[in-house]
């Protein structure tokens, strides 16, 4: 099984409706994360969690509002889906990176969820 | 000052030739600079990576060359191979409390047989 899975794989629907994109992992990582990936932009940061109780914005977080139900959970809501949000979405998780430890912080990401507003 | 700024955006290769993807960077606080390898239909995972206090860092047939003073680095990649096709991010971390990465666009990467 892996790591950081993401449900659903794909998924197609309507401009206005309600979208909920889910992750579970199993890596014990406190910290998680969810980046939006569009042809020619890379990976964008929408929102990031050290724990449970801590919820931050990333660089596009307009549109998008997250949930932590537990460590090993966090889901990505779309309240009211738009054509522009047409993309592929992915989970990461990570232990905390420090800049001279030998801990990277490197990320581990889930197979990602594509995502097509109509 | 936040950006890590990514070229090519696409490359082919001939099987046996070397590719060389590079990055530049404005921020001096970024402490670490990662290498992400995505196949299709998955998520990136870690490459290589490196920290500013050295010049270069090879694992195999990768190679990152790193330049503090030009705030430059680059990915080199050795008798490139077809499997090695893929899309290819860099990125840097703030060093600060988030170590939030900050990625590149991204380099798509075909390696001809």
């Known amino acids: 099984d892996a790591d950081v899975t993401q449900t659903p794989r794909n998924r197609i629907t309507k401009t206005g409706k309600r979208i909920m994109l889910e992750c579970s992992q199993t890596?014990?990582?406190?910290?998680m994360y969810w980046y939006r990936q569009d042809p020619g932009l890379g990976l964008q940061l929408i929102y990031y969690?050290?724990?449970?109780?801590?919820?931050n914005k990333g660089e596009i977080s307009d549109g998008y509002s997250v949930s932590r139900q537990a460590q090993a959970k966090f889901s990505l809501s779309l309240e009211s889906a738009i054509p522009n949000q047409t993309a592929l979405y992915f989970c990461?998780?990570?232990?905390?990176?420090?800049?001279?430890?030998?801990?990277?912080?490197?990320?581990?990401f889930g197979e990602g969820s594509r995502l097509t507003v109509l | 000052q936040q950006q890590v700024k990514q070229s090519p955006q696409s490359l082919i290769v001939q099987k046996g030739g070397i590719s060389i993807i590079n990055c530049a960077y404005e921020?001096?606080?970024?402490?670490?600079f990662p290498w992400y390898q995505q196949f299709p239909g998955k998520g990136p995972a870690l490459l290589i990576a490196?920290?500013?206090?050295?010049s270069e860092k090879k694992e195999g047939r990768f190679t990152i060359s790193f330049n503090k003073s030009a705030k430059q680095f680059s990915l080199h990649i050795m008798d490139s191979q077809p499997g090695d096709s893929a899309t290819y991010f860099c990125?840097?971390?703030?060093?600060?409390?988030?170590?939030?990465?900050?990625f590149g666009t991204g380099t798509l990467l075909a390696v001809q047989p």
């Open positions: 990461a998780t990570s232990e905390p990176g420090t800049g001279g430890g030998a801990n990277t912080g490197e990320l581990f």
């Open positions: 890596k014990g990582h406190d910290r």
């Open positions: 969690s050290f724990d449970v109780k801590d919820i």
């Open positions: 921020n001096t606080a970024f402490d670490y």
């Open positions: 490196i920290r500013p206090d050295v």
């Open positions: 990125a840097a971390r703030n060093g600060g409390a988030t170590n939030k990465l900050i």
